[in-house]
């Protein structure tokens, strides 16, 4: 098992920054990807970003390409989604997750194991 408390969330106006962590708690992190997901009102929960056992590959999506970057401190046993140039179309519960599955690295919710409780992000326009 491995347990995932997110934190940092908060408002912030529209071009702010907010970082994002993801404390783990349990078995060992660095055998797990870790991603970031999101999910706004009346939407689907989707995938945001992901980080690499080793932290040294990460990918994330086209919308937060150049604004948002994923990292982690395995002695840490910690997750960071930094965010930048926030827009209102960012406005979502964000939640970090974590698989011990191998290969590419996944996208799809389904793939994770292990799910944090999430954090609200509002960007005010």
């Not at 009346?42 to 994923?70: H, L, P």
Request: aromatic share 10%; proline share 2%; charged share 20%.
């Amino acid at each position: 098992q491995v347990q995932l408390v997110e934190s940092g969330g908060g408002l912030v106006q529209a071009g702010g920054s907010l970082t994002l962590s993801c404390a783990a708690s349990g078995r060992t992190l660095w055998t797990h990807v870790v991603g970031w997901f999101r999910q706004a009102p009346g939407k689907e929960r989707e995938f945001v970003a992901a980080i690499t056992r080793s932290g040294t590959s990460s990918y994330s999506t086209d919308s937060v390409k150049g604004r948002f970057t994923i990292s982690r401190d395995n002695a840490k046993t910690t997750i960071y989604l930094k965010m930048n140039s926030l827009q209102s179309e960012d406005t979502a519960v964000y939640y970090c997750a974590a698989t011990a599955t191998f290969g590419n690295i996944p996208r799809s919710r389904r793939e994770y194991d292990y799910w944090g409780q999430g954090t609200q992000v509002t960007v005010s326009s």
